[in-house]
């Protein structure tokens, strides 16, 4: 059985960094060929891919979040990490962490190829 937690602050200032952590039980980060993923769903809208971090650390990130976003893993927890800086009331979303089979090209959003997926962490900006 492999289980997914997020983790971390429910509400964030405007202009701060969201920070969060996904600890992964049941599975290793670091083994092949499996993607860790950041995902969120704002609320009334669809999910929206944020980034991965695959088993040998590399990261990717959609165009939508490059610019603001950070990716970490720490191997000697099992735990992977979101940043997101600059945030905005916008970034209010449930916040999800979820892996991904195998890499599918440069398609992340097939949702049905995340095998396993956190329960979701509620995060609101406001001040």
Known sequence: QVQLQE???GLVKPSQTLSLTCT??????TTYPYYWSWIRQPP???REWMGAI???GSTYYSPSFKSRTSISRYTSKNQFTLQLN????????VYYCARLLRRYGNIWSDWEK????????QVTVSS
């Open 7 to 9: 983790s971390g602050p």
């Open 24 to 29: 992964v039980s049941g599975s290793s980060i």
């Open 114 to 121: 995340y095998d396993y997926w956190g329960q979701g962490t």
């Open 54 to 56: 695959d088993y040998m």
């Open 44 to 46: 009334g809208k669809g």
């Open 86 to 93: 600059s945030v905005t009331p916008d970034d209010t979303a």
